[in-house]
């Protein structure tokens, strides 16, 4: 018989609750000849998918090019699938699968970079990447989130379809990678490598490990990441749209600073008078708005704060002065924004935006850029795919790969701690090359799209800085529930976009108290090991944890268990609604002093106590948080 001796009433119903949604509990036999012994449950965890070359299938009709395919076995369970399809002369190459079939076993749910889709239900699901949105990955893992394999083509630049999906009749997995799909400039090679990964380690350690792939092919290294890129920020977005005011900002960045905000975005709508939220008047990038840019600028770094300013790259409103002098060089008009899309094609293209944004940082001493509409820089059926008629390039992408590789490196030359961000969905792992900060997509008040975002961004990130999306909440919120748009952002940058001067005096505390927090453990929250739970459930935990401390995101009631390994301080961050926090560790932490935070900061209980090897209950009010010291 095997019992688990419960400290309280709570941690009986947690065990029961949640044992069979999170890890095994470590209980003590009882029985005859058992005592002293201790026996840990392990989840069921099936054999590594063997991989043979002859499970996978090319398809698709060829013409003049022939195929062929080789694996390679790079280590234990890991693999590399080669494809090149050739022609004797150019041609444009056609669309083709590669196709293959696993058994569905200790498969749970699945993660890929499509922020749409329902992650648990692995039954279908699919994904197109290109340079400039998403990335060509999936990673399937079992109920204890780890991998059973992950997925990955080595062509980040031209569109590559990765889909998989279930079969009913013998319950096994179908893979499909799609090349290709894209017309194409002619050529005699297309090749691509395929990374399989079956072995059993965490799904997000399988994911870090392609991401770090990807940056050790040619053409794909990661820019450096300067220290401001990991500077809290506020934006302007959200609190003001294209609504901006010099003196109402600056009102606003005042309080900022002094919460501990150390970046501006000051985004679209400082570049026109037009407030209709469309581009129509885009693309001459004159401050009409602020007409003394350079003195705003000196204002802002007055505060100690650097200044980063919003530009939207391949945009030239219809109404814009330009507009005019790039007739017959655009991709496409934007009707329903009144705009057209530049074609980086032209040299004299790419050299106007590169120019507009060395000119900019010259003339008003910007320290960086929010880059945005990069994923319209694509090829339709109508583009002409060849180079001639003043383009150099034949292939949209990789002129857009250069036009965004010049600008990092141009910019760089200038100031080498320029900072760069991009938005979802246009991340990648070409992506890092030319920027250095990524944010989730636009969630404005809904802090668990924005939890799910960041954590998304981090898992491919590598070192490149994550950023949250801006977060906001109405005034009347009580401050708990507008604590939880930080909280839910806790292991990436926040950016805050909110008018602080029309918010109540406890919000700002909340704000200041929980901003401190998070600069006094940036290194343990950005730089720790990232462990997140449970990708379907929308991350219920997520822990980081460096030089022996750890810090636990608390989204649900779930139990929050430490890796093994020696920690002198823990911290359990209670963002959620309830006060129930259950703690298990594999090692026990002895003496300790306990201090518990409400949401504003303000210390509310402190004593001591001992924690053994086993499952610990604590106590913090909604958006508090618990503070482990060993003693």
Same mark, same amino acid.
């Given at each position: 018989?095997?019992?688990?001796?419960?400290?309280?009433?709570?941690?009986?119903?947690?065990?029961?609750? /949640?044992?069979?949604? /999170?890890?095994?509990? &470590?209980?003590?036999?009882?029985?005859?000849?058992?005592?002293?012994?201790?026996?840990?449950?392990?989840?069921?965890?099936?054999?590594?998918?063997? %991989?043979?070359?002859?499970?996978?299938?090319?398809?698709?009709?060829?013409?003049?090019?022939?195929?062929?395919?080789?694996?390679?076995?790079?280590?234990?369970?890991?693999?590399?699938?080669?494809?090149?399809?050739?022609?004797?002369?150019?041609?444009?190459?056609?669309?083709?699968?590669?196709?293959?079939?696993?058994?569905?076993?200790?498969?749970?749910?699945?993660?890929?970079?499509?922020?749409?889709?329902?992650?648990?239900?692995?039954?279908?699901?699919?994904?197109?990447?290109?340079?400039?949105?998403?990335?060509?990955?999936?990673?399937?893992?079992?109920?204890?989130?780890?991998?059973?394999?992950?997925?990955?083509?080595?062509?980040?630049?031209?569109? =590559?379809?990765?889909?998989?999906?279930?079969?009913?009749?013998?319950?096994?997995? +179908?893979?499909?990678?799609?090349?290709?799909?894209? *017309?194409?400039?002619?050529?005699?090679?297309?090749?691509?490598?395929?990374?399989?990964?079956?072995?059993?380690?965490?799904?997000?350690?399988?994911?870090?490990?392609?991401?770090?792939?990807?940056?050790?092919?040619?053409?794909?290294?990661?820019?450096?990441?300067?220290?401001?890129?990991?500077?809290?920020?506020?934006?302007?977005?959200?609190?003001?749209?294209?609504?901006?005011?010099?003196?109402?900002? !600056?009102?606003?960045?005042?309080?900022?600073?002094?919460?501990?905000?150390?970046? =501006?975005?000051?985004?679209?709508?400082?570049?026109?008078?037009?407030?209709?939220?469309?581009?129509?008047?885009?693309?001459?990038?004159?401050?009409?708005?602020?007409?003394?840019?350079?003195?705003? #600028?000196?204002? #802002?770094?007055? /505060?100690?704060?650097?200044?980063?300013?919003?530009?939207?790259?391949?945009?030239?409103?219809?109404?814009?002065?330009?507009?005019?002098?790039?007739?017959?060089?655009?991709?496409?008009?934007?009707?329903?924004?009144? &705009?057209?899309?530049?074609?980086?094609?032209?040299?004299?293209?790419?050299?106007?935006?590169?120019?507009?944004?060395?000119?900019?940082?010259?003339?008003?001493?910007?320290?960086?850029?929010?880059?945005?509409?990069?994923?319209?820089?694509?090829?339709?059926?109508?583009?002409?795919?060849?180079?001639?008629?003043?383009?150099?390039?034949?292939?949209?992408?990789?002129?857009?790969? @250069?036009?965004?590789?010049?600008?990092?490196?141009?910019?760089?030359?200038?100031?080498?701690?320029?900072?760069?961000?991009?938005?979802?969905?246009? %991340?990648?792992? !070409?992506?890092?090359?030319?920027?250095?900060?990524?944010?989730?997509?636009?969630?404005?008040?809904?802090?668990?799209?924005?939890?799910?975002?960041?954590?998304?961004?981090?898992?491919?990130?590598?070192?490149?800085?994550?950023?949250?999306?801006?977060?906001?909440?109405?005034?009347?919120?009580?401050?708990?529930?507008?604590?939880?748009?930080?909280?839910?952002?806790?292991?990436?940058?926040?950016?805050?976009?909110?008018? !602080?001067?029309?918010?109540?005096?406890?919000?700002? =505390?909340?704000?200041?108290?929980?901003?401190? +927090?998070?600069?006094?453990?940036?290194?343990?929250?950005?730089?720790?090991?990232?462990?997140?739970?449970?990708?379907?459930?929308? +991350?219920? #935990?997520?822990?980081?944890?460096?030089?022996?401390?750890?810090?636990?995101?608390?989204?649900?009631?779930?139990?929050?268990?430490?890796?093994?390994?020696?920690?002198?301080?823990?911290?359990?961050?209670?963002?959620? &609604?309830?006060?129930? /926090?259950?703690?298990?560790?594999? *090692?026990?932490?002895?003496?300790?002093?306990?201090?518990? +935070?409400?949401?504003?900061?303000?210390?509310?209980? @402190?004593?001591?106590?001992?924690?053994?090897?086993?499952?610990?209950?604590?106590?913090?009010?909604?958006?508090?948080?618990?503070?482990? *010291? *060993?003693?």
């Amino acid at each position: 018989m095997l019992s688990c001796p419960p400290s309280n009433p709570w941690t009986v119903i947690a065990g029961i609750l /949640l044992f069979p949604i /999170l890890l095994p509990l &470590a209980c003590t036999p009882s029985g005859p000849g058992q005592e002293g012994q201790e026996e840990t449950w392990s989840p069921f965890v099936a054999p590594p998918f063997e %991989i043979t070359e002859d499970v996978f299938t090319l398809e698709g009709d060829l013409g003049a090019f022939t195929a062929r395919t080789q694996l390679l076995v790079v280590a234990e369970d890991l693999y590399e699938l080669r494809v090149r399809v050739e022609a004797p002369k150019p041609e444009e190459p056609p669309e083709f699968q590669l196709r293959w079939s696993l058994p569905a076993v200790d498969v749970a749910a699945f993660w890929n970079t499509n922020l749409s889709l329902d992650r648990v239900n692995y039954y279908r699901n699919s994904l197109e990447s290109r340079s400039t949105s998403g990335a060509p990955v999936i990673s399937l893992y079992n109920p204890g989130d780890m991998n059973r394999i992950t997925i990955a083509a080595s062509d980040a630049l031209n569109p =590559v379809g990765l889909r998989s999906y279930v079969r009913e009749e013998d319950a096994r997995l +179908y893979f499909v990678l799609t090349f290709c799909s894209e *017309r194409m400039p002619e050529t005699t090679v297309y090749e691509a490598t395929v990374r399989i990964d079956a072995r059993g380690i965490p799904y997000y350690d399988a994911l870090g490990a392609v991401t770090d792939w990807w940056a050790g092919q040619p053409g794909y290294e990661a820019a450096p990441v300067p220290d401001a890129a990991l500077l809290p920020v506020y934006s302007t977005w959200y609190s003001f749209h294209q609504n901006l005011d010099v003196d109402e900002v !600056l009102a606003e960045l005042t309080m900022a600073a002094d919460m501990g905000y150390e970046v =501006v975005i000051v985004d679209d709508g400082w570049q026109t008078l037009d407030t209709q939220r469309g581009y129509r008047f885009t693309g001459d990038w004159k401050p009409e708005r602020i007409p003394d840019m350079k003195g705003f #600028v000196d204002a #802002v770094h007055d /505060l100690g704060m650097r200044f980063m300013l919003w530009y939207s790259v391949p945009l030239v409103g219809e109404e814009s002065e330009n507009f005019s002098r790039f007739q017959g060089k655009y991709l496409r008009h934007w009707e329903s924004q009144g &705009a057209y899309v530049l074609d980086p094609r032209y040299p004299e293209v790419r050299e106007f935006i590169i120019g507009t944004y060395l000119q900019a940082m010259a003339d008003w001493g910007l320290d960086g850029f929010k880059l945005d509409f990069i994923g319209m820089l694509a090829a339709n059926e109508s583009t002409v795919l060849t180079a001639e008629g003043g383009r150099d390039y034949a292939s949209v992408n990789e002129a857009a790969d @250069r036009l965004m590789t010049d600008i990092m490196i141009r910019l760089r030359e200038e100031n080498p701690e320029i900072l760069i961000e991009f938005r979802q969905p246009y %991340i990648g792992p !070409l992506m890092r090359k030319y920027g250095n900060m990524f944010r989730g997509v636009d969630a404005p008040n809904n802090a668990w799209a924005n939890r799910a975002e960041v954590t998304d961004v981090r898992l491919l990130g590598g070192n490149t800085a994550p950023h949250s999306d801006m977060f906001m909440w109405h005034a009347d919120e009580p401050v708990e529930a507008a604590a939880l748009q930080f909280l839910n952002v806790l292991f990436a940058v926040p950016q805050l976009s909110v008018k !602080l001067t029309q918010y109540p005096e406890s919000h700002r =505390v909340m704000i200041r108290a929980w901003t401190l +927090y998070w600069k006094e453990n940036r290194e343990t929250l950005m730089r720790g090991e990232f462990i997140p739970s449970s990708p379907g459930s929308v +991350y219920p #935990v997520i822990l980081a944890h460096r030089d022996g401390k750890a810090i636990a995101g608390v989204y649900s009631d779930a139990v929050v268990r430490l890796p093994d390994a020696e920690f002198d301080a823990v911290d359990l961050v209670n963002a959620k &609604a309830s006060s129930g /926090l259950v703690l298990e560790l594999s *090692r026990p932490l002895g003496g300790v002093e306990v201090r518990v +935070y409400d949401t504003q900061g303000k210390e509310i209980d @402190r004593h001591r106590r001992t924690l053994g090897a086993s499952i610990h209950s604590f106590r913090a009010p909604p958006s508090g948080r618990v503070e482990i *010291r *060993r003693r």
